[in-house]
T-cell receptor, first 118, second 107 residues
Framework: EAGVVQSPRYKIIEKKQPVAFWCNPI?????LYWYRQNLGQGPELLIR????????DSQLPKDRFSAERLKGVDSTLKIQPAELGDSAVYLC????????????????FGSGTQLSVL | GQSLEQPSEVTAVEGAIVQINCTYQ??????LSWYQQHDGGAPTFLSY????GLEETGRFSSFLSRSDSYGYLLLQELQMKDSASYFC????????FGKGTRLHILP
């Protein structure tokens, strides 16, 4: 079974340029997360999807970040325009999304996209 | 607000036992997870506790006390390959991660 696939693996852009990241979750996984991870820090939640619905985007800087998950499968995260402070690893994760309660919400992560903004 | 606290670094000797603590403060709580991340790699799931008590998976064990908002990850028979960062994560409907504990293992 294929894992979570992200592309590109690395991206170098100049500030004020746009950039997009793509994620293909594990087949059958309803929940998809985008996280941002700075060096030496934990993953910081940006947005969570349940199928095609963004159910939590409170941490997404909406002035420059946007995301979509068409048809509840693949997802794209976009930054426009990029700023120096956006340099980080952008991680996509998926889970079965079995709901609340005592369910083990185990996340499977992709390899991430390392973004460098110059 | 939500917060998770864990030590930034821990050092232990190969073959020994180490415990990494995590305290949390969240508006909702369904369970506590632990993830391992090697340098340059993605986080990988280690364990999950929804109820109080100890869960054992091979050399790794995880403990949860919901009344104390506290949990820990116990690593036994440490190996050099266990050198990594370890994150506790709260399931508050969404998954929120701590800042991580860097584990250094000395030969």
């Amino acid at each position: 079974e294929a894992g979570v696939v992200q592309s590109p693996r690395y991206k170098i852009i100049e500030k004020k340029q746009p950039v997009a990241f793509w994620c293909n979750p594990i087949s059958g996984h309803n929940t998809l997360y985008w996280y941002r991870q700075n060096l030496g820090q934990g993953p910081e939640l940006l947005i969570r999807y349940e199928n095609e619905e963004a159910v939590d985007d409170s941490q997404l800087p909406k002035d420059r970040f946007s995301a979509e998950r068409l048809k509840g499968v693949d997802s794209t995260l976009k930054i426009q325009p990029a700023e120096l402070g956006d340099s980080a690893v952008y991680l996509c994760a998926s889970s079965l999304g079995l709901g609340q309660g005592t369910t083990n919400e185990k996340l499977f992560f992709g390899s991430g996209t390392q973004l460098s903004v110059l | 607000g939500q917060s998770l606290e864990q030590p930034s670094e821990v050092t232990a000797v190969e073959g020994a036992i180490v415990q990494i603590n995590c305290t949390y403060q969240t508006s909702g709580f369904y369970g506590l997870s632990w993830y391992q991340q090697h340098d340059g790699g993605a986080p990988t799931f280690l364990s999950y506790n929804a109820l109080d008590g100890l869960e054992e998976t091979g050399r790794f064990s995880s403990f949860l006390s919901r009344s104390d908002s506290y949990g820990y990850l116990l690593l036994q028979e440490l190996q050099m390959k266990d050198s990594a960062s370890y994150f506790c994560a709260v399931n508050d409907d969404k998954i929120i991660f701590g800042k991580g504990t860097r584990l250094h293992i000395l030969p």
